[in-house]
């Protein structure tokens, strides 16, 4: 059996405010053909398939289209979980219609897939945490554990316990739980794991949300299912292979460069290919990068300016770093936005200043009034007009410039 292990699509997601549904479209055209290409099996997503629990209506049409065209009529099997970004019954919600084309999606940690015939598939037995699919006559037993917080587990496992107890008990649970669904593994069969956690020792980048990282929410390594010849993860961005020697067990990572700390990271998804009581065979396929995240350095206004005239038609996120003695006029911000699109960032480099201090003397010699006018300015390309610049100083101060020069002195 080939199956192919994606997850942490973001769908909907932005950079600082800036839409990447035109690059994710892009990625999911290609990857529908990706699929047919290395004459896939079975696709596994493993959860955060959008960036928030209400995502737009855009991209869940772009989801919906994707599986549509990856199943082909219920030929192919896709099997999805949620992640920490989806809410898990939006996700379930339209399982009445998927199971039809041989898609499954789970919601939750305690989902269960009825046994019976889905698309080109059958599934000869299901329960708690784990399903038994035929596809071409072989037959994979798959151990499913979606993003599993306590309130999605509906279980208390932390009450009144210090941070290394609460950490103990959660992984401790984890690892009960695929203890006791690993009991349907059989020699005969493919033996799959698929979760959305994190794994104590993996590598993390700006992207994902601190909160859900580490802490309480981690699991040790010991408490993944040993017997599975494959785990497929989700949750961090950078595509990699779990700490293990026993164990092949890997994050796949995003898709696109969600942020700056990801400009190093190479995109991909893994192949996977395997066979009853023998060791899986794992393949990198690389995705494009539709418009890669760049950091611009330049020594001086004119040496931006020459950058961004000479690099207007690149189509590329552009954090720019300017060296400076004196802090950048909003009349050069106009000319390097007018001449470059999509620059999420212009920062200056005051010599004789580090990054705090700059930032600091830059908003302590402004007056409120000025600070909103070079925000508005940097993020629209022009001054708010005295209507914008009104109701904004009668929302900020109540009494206008004499609270506004409070605001400013303390």
């Known amino acids: 059996m080939r199956i192919l292990h994606t997850s942490d699509w973001h769908l909907g997601k932005n950079l600082e405010g800036y839409s990447r549904m035109d690059e994710q479209e892009k990625f999911?055209?290609?990857?529908?053909?990706l699929v047919d290409?290395?004459?896939?099996?079975?696709?596994?997503i493993a959860g955060d398939i959008y960036d928030n629990s209400n995502p737009p209506a855009r991209a869940e049409n772009m989801f919906y289209k994707s599986l549509k065209e990856i199943t082909s009529n219920g030929k192919r099997a896709i099997l999805v979980i949620a992640g920490n970004h989806d809410n898990p019954d939006r996700l379930s919600a339209a399982s009445p219609i998927a199971y039809d084309q041989g898609i499954f999606l789970l919601g939750t940690p305690k989902s269960i897939i009825p046994k019976g015939q889905y698309g080109n598939f059958t599934v000869v037995d299901s329960g708690e945490g784990f399903l038994e699919i035929e596809i071409n006559g072989e037959k994979a037993v798959i151990l499913t554990l979606p993003y599993p917080s306590e309130k999605r587990l509906n279980e208390i496992l932390s009450d009144n316990l210090e941070d290394e107890e609460r950490r103990k008990s959660y992984s401790d649970r984890i690892g009960e739980i695929f203890k006791s669904s690993s009991t349907k593994f059989r020699e005969d069969t493919i033996n799959i794991a698929v979760s959305h956690i994190f794994v104590l020792g993996g590598e993390t980048s700006e992207s994902e949300r601190p909160i859900e990282l580490g802490g309480s929410l981690a699991v040790e390594v010991k408490n993944l299912p040993d017997k599975a010849q494959y785990i497929a993860l989700g949750h961090l961005h950078k595509p990699q292979a779990v700490n293990s020697k026993r164990l092949k067990a890997f994050y796949s990572g995003s898709p696109l460069q969600y942020s700056k700390s990801e400009i190093g990271y190479s995109k991909l998804c893994y192949?996977?290919?395997l066979k009853p009581s023998e060791e899986a065979v794992v393949e990198k396929t690389y995705f494009n990068n539709y418009k890669p995240i760049e950091v611009w350095k330049c020594k001086g206004i004119e040496d931006a300016l020459n950058k961004c005239?000479?690099?207007?038609?690149k189509s590329c996120w552009v954090y720019l770093e300017i060296e400076s003695e004196t802090y950048i006029s909003q009349e050069n911000i106009k000319k390097i936005r007018d001449l470059k699109a999509d620059i999420i960032e212009i920062k200056p480099k005051i010599k004789g200043l580090d990054e705090e201090e700059a930032a600091f003397d830059s908003v302590k010699e402004k007056s409120m009034k000025e600070l909103f006018k070079d925000y508005y300015f940097s993020e629209r390309g022009k001054e708010p007009d005295s209507e914008i610049m009104?109701?904004?100083l009668e929302i900020a101060c109540e009494d206008g410039e004499e609270d506004e020069t409070k605001d400013t002195e303390s």
């Open 271 to 273: 192949v996977v290919d």
């Open 37 to 44: 290409e290395k004459n896939i099996d079975m696709v596994i």
């Open 390 to 392: 009104d109701l904004f």
């Open 309 to 313: 005239e000479l690099n207007k038609d």
């Open 28 to 33: 999911l055209e290609d990857f529908s053909l």
